[in-house]
């Protein structure tokens, strides 16, 4: 509680009654119980005053795009709350577009999906493959897409290796280590 009131010191202006009520009530209907809901505070305390509706909005996206079930969001939740304060429009909605293939992404024709022109790379996963990733590291979709993303699938396709092959967490590598990786996998080639 006293690192919430330090770091967040506006959760004093939130109303007890019209805010972190019914944000309780919120997380609760998703199957939290009071000891998980204590760990998502704890974790990013402004998901209790995220609206309801933006919570929620972003909970459908994930549903509605990647096929997740209550259960799988409840654990994405749990494991990187983080991810309710992004963006859909400005952070997760390229990310989607960027890891999934063309075919893959409701509505959405390819040439709307390949924006950078010649350099476009895409990782071409499956919803399912990504949900699988996203299970596994949801703060995947947290990370740059032009700074981390899309310079190390674009290293990796270098070398004719699979994002979908990869370690499922790759992306969580530091610099160091993902070069480490990367030229284990080519070095044992020659």
């Not at 859909?88 to 293939?101: A, G, I, R, S, Y």
Request: glycine fraction near 4%.
């Amino acid at each position: 509680v006293k690192r919430i009131c330090t770091s967040y010191p506006n959760v004093f202006s939130h109303s007890l009654d019209k805010t972190f009520v019914p944000k309780i009530r919120f997380f609760k209907e998703l199957g939290l119980n009071r000891s998980e809901i204590s760990q998502v505070v704890a974790k990013f305390a402004p998901t209790l005053w995220l609206s309801e509706e933006n919570l929620r909005s972003k909970l459908d996206f994930l549903s509605k795009s990647l096929g997740m079930k209550n259960f799988e969001l409840r654990t994405v939740i749990l494991t990187y709350p983080q991810i309710l304060g992004l963006s859909v429009e400005n952070n997760v909605t390229p990310k989607m577009h960027f890891f999934l293939d063309p075919e893959e992404y409701d509505g959405e024709s390819n040439d709307s999906l390949q924006s950078d022109g010649i350099d476009f790379v895409n990782c071409g996963l499956r919803k399912s493959e990504l949900k699988d990733f996203v299970l596994y590291q949801p703060a995947l979709l947290a990370y740059s897409l032009e700074g981390r993303l899309k310079p190390r699938i674009a290293r990796m396709k270098d070398y004719n290796i699979s994002f979908l092959y990869s370690p499922r967490n790759i992306m969580s590598y530091t610099d160091e280590k993902f070069q480490t990786w990367l030229s284990s996998q080519t070095s044992s080639w020659s």
